[in-house]
């Protein structure tokens, strides 16, 4: 049996969520976005992205500001 990696989220400073890893993202239908060959993603927090969920930099274009730390303990 082999392991699966794990998945990893990186803040991105001002910027977006990426995703690496084997994930399986889906719509509020429970329809599948075909990710086959992409080993990540770049997931929008801005909200100006026209190719949401992805991001697509208009974070730069609109000055998106957000920590990429916690403000606080998690725990």
Avoid at 5 to 21: A, I, Q
Avoid at 26 to 48: F, H, I, M, N, Y
Avoid at 64 to 74: E, I, K, V, W, Y
């Amino acid at each position: 049996m082999s392991e699966v990696s794990p998945v990893k989220v990186t803040v991105r400073p001002n910027g977006p969520l990426r995703v690496e890893g084997p994930i399986v993202l889906t719509d509020a239908d429970g329809k599948e976005w075909d990710l086959t060959g992409k080993p990540a993603v770049s997931l929008c927090r801005c909200g100006a992205s026209e190719k949401r969920p992805f991001c697509d930099g208009s974070h730069n274009r609109v000055g998106f500001q957000c920590a990429a730390s916690p403000a606080g303990n998690l725990t």
